[in-house]
Antibody, heavy 120, light 107 residues
Framework: QVQLQESGPGLVKPSETLSLTCTVS?????????WGWIRQPPGKGLEWIGTIYHSGSTYYNPSLKSRVTISVDTSKNQFSLRLTSVTAADTAVYYC?????????????WGQGTLVTVSS | DIQMTQSPSSLSASVGDRVTITCRASQSISNYLNWYQQKPGKAPKLLIY???SLQSGVPSRFSGSGSGTDFTLIISSLQPEDFATYCCQQNYGTPWTFGQGTKVEIK
């Protein structure tokens, strides 16, 4: 079955760039589907960051759009997140997920998540 | 953005109890509503999509209902593995937004 795993630094300094990678197994992301990033600050609800189609088309949350880039590397079966100019407010557990988009849309499955702390 | 508000934020229940969680949207979203289960350190799990459609493999004790602005997740008989946080997500319009979660704790 499809499985996703996030990876990347757990600590990022303020004003620097957060970079995470999601490795997909059990499915070739070049075949179909959308792929998304979601985050959850400590003690808060989930926040959709953005979504990428296997072809490279992207859709971002307007609240983060100026700082976010999501890209896909089909040769490695991975997609990635870059978030620039981070502050303490970007401290969160970051999840990647397959984003099923039909008439409705939902995230399934998800990775386990990775905690990224922004601190000097 | 469409705001999603869940109630209660937490509840205590016993094994075998019927549990009801409510999610309210700030505007009508028809039936464009999903429910997820979150456990600490685990991947969130889709339970219900399109307000009432049970995801494959999810036990039938979970059910969802509602349309417009008010939605409900019901666990008909709470099992030990159901102690978790539940959150709703609207997929009516971008940005896709989530409720703040309802934590179901052991009584």
């Amino acid at each position: 079955q499809v499985q996703l795993q996030e990876s990347g630094p757990g600590l990022v300094k303020p004003s620097e760039t957060l970079s995470l990678t999601c490795t997909v197994s059990g499915y070739s992301i070049s075949s179909d589907y959308y792929w998304g990033w979601i985050r959850q600050p400590p003690g808060k609800g989930l926040e959709w960051i953005g979504t990428i189609y296997h072809s490279g088309s992207t859709y971002y949350n307007p609240s983060l759009k100026s700082r976010v880039t999501i890209s896909v590397d089909t040769s490695k079966n991975q997609f990635s997140l870059r978030l620039t100019s981070v502050t303490a407010a970007d401290t969160a557990v970051y999840y990647c997920a397959r984003h099923i988009i039909t008439q409705y849309n939902w995230f399934d499955p998800w990775g386990q998540g990775t905690l990224v702390t922004v601190s000097s | 953005d469409i705001q999603m508000t869940q109630s209660p934020s937490s509840l205590s229940a016993s094994v075998g109890d019927r549990v009801t969680i409510t999610c309210r949207a700030s505007q009508s979203i028809s039936n464009y509503l999903n429910w997820y289960q979150q456990k600490p350190g685990k991947a969130p799990k889709l339970l219900i999509y399109a307000a009432s459609s049970l995801q494959s493999g999810v036990p039938s004790r979970f059910s969802g209902s509602g349309s417009g602005t008010d939605f409900t997740l019901i666990i008909s008989s709470l099992q030990p593995e159901d102690f978790a946080t539940y959150c709703c997500q609207q997929n009516y319009g971008t940005p896709w937004t989530f409720g703040q979660g309802t934590k179901v704790e052991i009584k």
